[in-house]
Nanobody, 126 residues
């Protein structure tokens, strides 16, 4: 079984930056694609960003494109989400997810992901 643990969330002012990390452990099936999703109170979980096993393919939601960057370090079994120019509407619980065995371009739907972390809170004040 794969365990995913997110870290790096917190409170930041609008315009600030945060870097989220997601460390994977356990029975990690390789290759895999990794994604970040978020869920604000009263809203559905939504796609934020995803990255393929090699890192050659990345996908972003329109709302974060140009502000967020996803990356990964396979030697450390860790995926990152660099978030710049944060806005109050970015406030949410951020989850990382793993699509185990995936070699091609990453998915944007949460349905395709096999393992999920517990989430880390990101709060952006205006």
């Amino acid at each position: 079984q794969v365990q995913l643990v997110e870290s790096g969330g917190g409170l930041v002012q609008a315009g600030g930056s945060l870097r989220l990390s997601c460390a994977a452990s356990g029975r990690i099936l390789r290759p895999n694609a990794m994604g970040w999703f978020r869920q604000a109170p009263g809203k559905e979980r939504e796609f934020v960003a995803a990255i393929s096993w090699t890192g050659a393919s990345t996908r972003y939601s329109d709302s974060v494109k140009g502000r967020f960057t996803i990356s990964r370090d396979n030697a450390k079994n860790t995926v990152y989400l660099q978030m710049n120019s944060l806005k109050p509407e970015d406030t949410a619980v951020y989850y990382c997810a793993a699509d185990l065995g995936k070699l091609g371009p990453p998915l944007t739907s949460p349905v395709g992901y096999d393992a999920w972390g517990q989430g880390t809170q990101v709060t952006v004040s205006s």
